[in-house]
């Protein structure tokens, strides 16, 4: 890999033959595991510019119609998280000059609170180009990583590593973006969305940091705009700024959460589905129905087959899906469970994908074959998909590549977890473009979550679960087993899904936090986390969720068998010790009395008790002698289960059950201490 300076550049074609389609990743880390950042991407036209305000790509704004750019999202490394961006370079606009590539941080954060700032740059096969470091981060609420610029009929990089103490609107501002700062009305959302009867999980409304656009115009629209803003009245006053500018962009559709009422007569009568899902007898038809009914919407829903197709080097184009394709491989074909293939400008984008459901595992050798059929073949990337989650540095199957070979074959993973994910989040958040689209996510997001589909994400702790568990009830187990790796193994796998399923529901990211410094390496971390367990007999996470007022905390004690889920809360600045009690305990009036509330004070402990007994006395949370009041930390207690599995008395379901509860009965009651725009909620500019 090219290590980059600051102001330095290179030509992406002698770094690859294949940088036509390329994924930049924007990473930092924080040993507190506290600070986060949002990527996003500019695109400039002459005169360093943008050509219209739908040039800028945000967190509202992921995606532009071409394909050319798409925001992929965040990803938990070893420590920290980076955000993705998925460029394709031959989609990209002939008017375009310039890609500009940014972060930025929101509120009174700044960079210099963040360590190992870095861009890297990978080709469409998944290998590291280039990458670079910036050093020198302080008071920067937003950043200017790099850029991508034409050179001839190619593209070239340059490292910049330029801050700005203005944040993400003194950034768009600079190149030509019409920011609008004060945001739009409730009745400026740009998707059609029922209101949901089921407000559980759903995070409240807090204004907006910065709004920007987030629907295309033209630049003729734009320049329209801004002549209406500066005209002037009869009497030659200046005319008061219009509230909102024209949108000319469709109308995205996304479904209601709220079942409309059934005309059955009764709970026995069940709906008609697209994609059925009660006969399916066996493994075998399990795959087959599973891969027909994903392949076959990804067709269809071109935003979803492009979201899930972009973070793998696929291009924008034509999609075509194929099932059972014999391919020839030694004296027996080889039948792969599906085959996708993109057409643009004349070149395609094939890639071979292999199928697992109900928690049957990869095959190795059979992953090898196609790897090796797609090498001889010049195909681009084999694609498994499975129950289970991939980890950093934990590779699902092993196979091996021939060095010798001239083309290079990605193997990516895909999880059905992060597929009823990105379905989740097109039909209830982002929406798609039209109405059919979204009943087919509907269908086949019903489908996933059938009892009977086998497309549940990953659902067993594990062979190492039960006889863990038994070492530390009889204190034998000691540092250095094996097992206890495996079992902190399969607990990342399963914090990684509840993040992906809160994050759908809730349509905000979900991370979990990992402490420390990047560079650390996966296997060392998990090794230190097993030690833990066996010392402890402790299972710990932390959750990041957008717009929650502080991090979620989940902790596991095998020996006590009880689950606590907890976040801390800062207390107000500049109230009495008595009002900021007062003030929370009104706050959780709705919580469950068994809530356990604990004061923080700046040294040793502060006094705590259930929410029952604190109603009717929240003066018994003030400190003695008193000491300063620094938040409030806010627990529940639950049973967990004891089996590996995903039943009813399945540890992984009881995790499910006390996040989800913790979520909707206690953090969704209190404001968010700094909430960016929620996706449904981000005016237009």
Not at 272 to 301: C, I, N, W
């Amino acid at each position: 890999m090219h290590e980059m300076t600051k102001g330095s550049n290179i030509d992406l074609a002698a770094l690859s033959e294949d940088a036509g389609a390329v994924v930049v990743s924007l990473s930092w880390s924080s040993v507190a595991g506290e600070g986060d950042a949002d990527v996003s991407v500019l695109l400039l036209g002459a005169g360093g510019k943008v050509r219209s305000d739908a040039d800028f790509f945000f967190y509202n704004n992921p995606a532009s119609a071409d394909g050319s750019v798409q925001l992929l999202g965040k990803t938990p490394g070893s420590a920290g998280s980076e955000d993705r961006i998925s460029l394709d370079l031959t989609a990209v606009a002939p008017d375009v000059e310039r890609i500009v590539l940014a972060a930025s941080q929101y509120g009174d954060s700044r960079f210099g609170e963040l360590d190992d700032l870095r861009l890297t740059l990978a080709d469409r096969a998944g290998e590291a180009l280039l990458g670079y470091s910036i050093t020198e981060a302080g008071v920067e609420s937003a950043f200017l990583f790099g850029e991508l610029y034409r050179r001839g009929d190619g593209w070239k990089f340059r490292a910049i590593g330029q801050g700005y103490e203005t944040g993400l609107a003194g950034l768009a501002t600079d190149f030509g973006i019409d920011v609008d700062d004060e945001g739009d009305d409730a009745g400026a959302e740009s998707t059609v969305a029922a209101e949901s009867t089921d407000e559980a999980l759903q995070p409240a409304v807090a204004e907006p940091v910065v709004t920007l656009p987030s629907q295309s115009r033209t630049a003729q629209e734009s320049r329209t705009a801004q002549e209406s803003r500066t005209a002037q009245a009869g009497d030659g006053t200046p005319a008061p700024a219009r509230a909102r500018r024209p949108r000319t962009a469709k109308k995205k559709v996304t479904l209601p959460k709220a079942e409309k009422k059934s005309l059955a007569e009764n709970d026995s009568w069940k709906s008609a589905r697209l994609f059925p899902a009660g006969a399916l007898k066996s493994d075998k038809e399990r795959e087959g129905k599973a891969t027909s009914v994903l392949l076959s919407v990804m067709a269809e829903v071109p935003e979803f087959g492009r979201r899930l197709t972009a973070a793998f080097g696929a291009p924008a184009g034509r999609m075509q899906i194929f099932t059972e394709v014999a391919l020839p491989h030694g004296e027996t074909p080889k039948r792969p469970d599906g085959v996708i293939r993109v057409e643009r400008a004349g070149k395609l984008w094939t890639a071979l994908v292999e199928v697992k459901t109900n928690g049957n595992a990869l095959r190795s050798d059979q992953v090898q074959n196609y790897m090796d059929i797609a090498a001889r073949r010049g195909y681009e990337a084999v694609i498994t998909l499975s129950n289970d989650v991939a980890l950093e540095g934990r590779p699902l199957v092993e196979v091996k590549t021939d060095g010798r070979r001239k083309h290079k074959v990605a193997l990516w993973h895909l999880s059905w977890a992060e597929v009823a994910h990105q379905a989740q989040m097109l039909i209830r958040h982002e929406g798609v473009g039209n109405a059919a689209h979204a009943w087919l996510l509907q269908e086949l997001l019903h489908y996933l979550q059938h009892d009977n589909s086998g497309c549940h994400g990953f659902q067993n702790m594990g062979p190492a679960w039960v006889p863990v568990r038994r070492g530390i009830d009889t204190e034998t187990l000691c540092r250095g087993d094996g097992r206890a790796v495996e079992v902190v193994e399969s607990w990342e796998r399963l914090v990684r899904q509840v993040c992906l399923r809160l994050g759908g529901e809730l349509g905000q990211k979900a991370l979990p936090v990992q402490r420390g410094r990047r560079g650390a390496d996966p296997h060392s971390r998990r090794t230190v986390l097993a030690d833990r367990l066996c010392d402890e007999g402790r299972l710990t996470a932390e959750l990041r969720i957008d717009g929650a007022p502080g991090v979620l905390a989940i902790t596991a004690d095998l020996r006590t068998g009880k689950l606590r889920t907890s976040v801390e809360v800062a207390a107000p600045e500049g109230s009495y010790p008595l009002t900021s009690v007062k003030r929370m305990v009104r706050m959780l009036a709705a919580a469950p009395a068994d809530l356990h509330v604990e004061t923080l004070v700046e040294s040793g402990n502060g006094p705590r008790g259930t929410l029952e007994r604190l109603r009717p006395e929240p003066a018994d949370l003030l400190p003695a002698e008193g000491a300063r009041i620094t938040g409030f930390r806010l627990s529940l207690f639950k049973g967990m289960g004891a089996t590996r599995g995903s039943a009813e008395s399945g540890f992984i379901r009881s995790v499910d059950e006390a996040v989800d509860q913790f979520y909707a009965s206690v953090v969704a009651q209190l404001p968010a201490a700094e909430r960016r725009p929620a996706r449904e909620a981000a005016g237009v500019g």
